[in-house]
């Protein structure tokens, strides 16, 4: 049974930094695809950056060079640090899982196969 759990979400200002983390079990280091994405009320699912079992790294153009995917394998957790927040980066940020590669349709289009309960991140 996998379980993914996010914390770290919250208010903060317009160019301010926020990092997230995601506690997970009943994963094997290695699996095969780790990331996260976002949704906001009314909107679809977006990715936002995702890592293979290799530690390749995929961002989406809407957040390169402001947020950043990293894991600790020891204590199965996967962080994501987020710099220069936007407003419009406000939205339920989930911590997700799927057992194919990073570059399958379903990863690609947010259908992952295990996903957390998510954590509020409202940027104002």
């Known amino acids: 049974q996998v379980q993914l759990v996010e914390s770290g979400g919250g208010s903060v200002e317009a160019g301010g930094s926020l990092r997230l983390s995601c506690a997970h079990s009943?994963?094997?280091?290695?699996?095969?695809?780790i990331g996260w994405f976002r949704q906001a009320p009314g909107k679809e699912r977006e990715g936002i950056a995702r890592?293979?079992?290799?530690?390749?790294?995929f961002y989406e153009d809407v957040v390169k060079g402001r947020f950043t995917i990293s894991k600790d394998d020891d204590k199965s957790t996967l962080f994501l640090q987020m710099d220069n927040l936007l407003v419009k980066d406000t939205a339920m940020y989930y911590c997700?899982?799927?057992?194919?590669?990073?570059?399958?349709?379903?990863?690609?289009?947010?259908?992952?196969?295990?996903r957390g309960q998510g954590t509020q991140v409202t940027v104002s």
């Open positions: 997700a899982v799927d057992f194919g590669t990073c570059e399958s349709k379903a990863v690609t289009s947010q259908r992952w196969t295990w």
């Open positions: 009943g994963l094997s280091v290695g699996t095969g695809c």
């Open positions: 890592m293979n079992g290799l530690g390749r790294m």
